[in-house]
């Protein structure tokens, strides 16, 4: 077998063919068992008993269980709870969620005025451009759609949505999401940022990919130069924890900044996977390090297959509140709900205020719990 030698040849995370990315998306790893032949170590934390297997198994066919073998290499095997298998493993609670059984309570596919175009906020459109993954995350919030082939939209659907977008003045953002829009040929970016910056109303054109992620050889010279030719690209990506922090994924956000992009993180709260003020802070202050700036921190949301992952809405604050201080401001992010039936996000701030003082002023309390008394005017 060729796959645990390959894996041997790259320590950083193995690739079929290092630098050709749709050759590893192609090589993505589609099953359990062939997790296992690439990560035979994996056995005793992957295959339990039959009847969970089978359940796993159950799992992946209602959303596909698909990852890359870079991702996959990052999987520590030595841990039964790795944060990185966490994410990517089928488990059998996703198909007994008693908490929830709506596929879209955020009501993405009611807000679309053109097949793939979310159009919630008068001033932007989020936009899915490709419902295919380098990595298929369990908790993803669009289970509904994403992994499925036959669900994806179609190419007309791309002229309709930018005769929309030019037609609607008052957006002013297109948020290029997915899926994941970074699986689409350069030419077909390039073509899509072209017509986007003709665009005269647009301020801003957003990608939100996971690729630096799951598959950082995706971001290459030809395709930085052309987020550079369109200039100014912001870049919103989504690392999770601090073990997906490595080489490469620091190779491809140096690539991006270099051309000029603006590189943020969203990243879910995820229970027993990041869900610790110490997790936190070693991912905010990986991010930091190699360059990219804490954008979002989301609650994960109430969807069908994956309120196991979800944690208490306080969890979120108290994390933040234990990090202020400690952290550069810089590096934290904002702590955001998703409002149920579409009613959009909204952050969750960390209350410091103490009420009023009785001869004038407020009172407050700082990252350490101690009170300040502040004067106020009128
Ligand atoms: C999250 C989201 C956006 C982007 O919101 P920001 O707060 O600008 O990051 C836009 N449209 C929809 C439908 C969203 O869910
Ligand atoms: S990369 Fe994003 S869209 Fe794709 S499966 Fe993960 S969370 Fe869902």
Redesign the pocket.
Known sequence: MRLPAVKHLFKDGPSAVPGDWRGQLRNQIRSIDELLLFRPELVGHVAVDSARRWEADRASRSFRFATTRYYAGLIDAGNPECPILAQVLPQHVELHDLKSSDPDP?R?EQ?MPIPGL????PD???WYLSHHCAVYCRFCLRKRKVSRADSAPRRDAREQALNYIASHTRIK?V?LSGGDPLSLADEVLDELLTALRNIEHLISI?IHTRMPVTLPDRITPTLVDIFQKHYPITL?THFNHAAEITEAAAGAVRRLRMAGVLVLN?SVLLRAINDTVCAQQELLSGLVRMGVKP??LHRCDPVSGVSHFQTAIRAGAQILQALRGRNPGIALPRY?I?LPG?G??VPIEVDYARGAVPEGGARFSNWAGEEFIVEDTD
């Open positions: 955020l993405e807000h979310t159009h919630r906020y932007r459109v989020l953002e948020i957003r919103v969203q954008y979002y955001v998703d579409g959009g996000k």
